[in-house]
């Protein structure tokens, strides 16, 4: 739990450092809600994972969040890294026309 707490107030603080850059800071939202919503499977499809006969099911419900905020948070940071990758070419190129 405690690292879930360091989890969301690191994300919290991605987004307000990232606040200028638009396509960034979608991406770090996106992971934090993901991952907030992470929290709510358990309630979400108790029964489900009661019900079923799979073992592993309940690991794969819960991967699956986890692993898409990474990735999301990833494509966050390559996006505050490497700002000419983001939305600054389509205002560009939109500028010109």
Known sequence: MLIGILMVITGAAAIVVSWKSRLTRYFFLASLVVFLLEFLTPVLFS????????????????FFPVGLA??????GMIAFFHPNLGGNFSKKRFKSL
């Open 70 to 75: 990474s990735i999301l948070a990833f494509l």
């Open 47 to 62: 029964e489900f994972i009661q019900e079923t006969q799979r073992p592993g099911i309940e690991f794969f419900i819960r």
